[in-house]
Nanobody, 116 residues
Framework: QGQLVESGGGLVQAGESLRLSCAASSSQFNFNIMGWYRQAPDKERELVATIPRQGTPTYAASVKGRFTISRNNARNTVALQMNNLKPEDTAIYYC??????????WGQGTQVTVSS
């Protein structure tokens, strides 16, 4: 089973940075896509960024140019560097990993709060 553990959330002021990290419970998992989603209060969960095992990342328009996703395939980790944070980035951020079969695994979520 794929278990994902996130870390790095917190409370920051607008304009500051945070780095989220996510690690799979085993380096033996062969995930195709890894990424980050977020869910703000009273809103649907939305894609933030995804990165395939090989290839180009995809970003939501709202974070493009401010967030950078990266992954380490050997360690089965994925990170999200978030710069110039805005109050509208406040949400619970979830790590996601997807097998080539389409089966997805999710982390428990980490809270990011940006004050104005």
């Amino acid at each position: 089973q794929g278990q994902l553990v996130e870390s790095g959330g917190g409370l920051v002021q607008a304009g500051e940075s945070l780095r989220l990290s996510c690690a799979a419970s085993s380096s033996q998992f062969n995930f195709n896509i890894m990424g980050w989603y977020r869910q703000a209060p009273d809103k649907e969960r939305e894609l933030v960024a995804t990165i395939p095992r090989q290839g180009t990342p995809t970003y939501a328009a709202s974070v493009k140019g401010r967030f950078t996703i990266s992954r380490n395939n050997a360690r089965n980790t994925v990170a999200l560097q978030m710069n110039n944070l805005k109050p509208e980035d406040t949400a619970i951020y979830y790590c996601m990993a997807e097998y080539y079969t389409g089966v997805q695994y999710w982390g428990q979520g980490t809270q990011v709060t940006v004050s104005s």
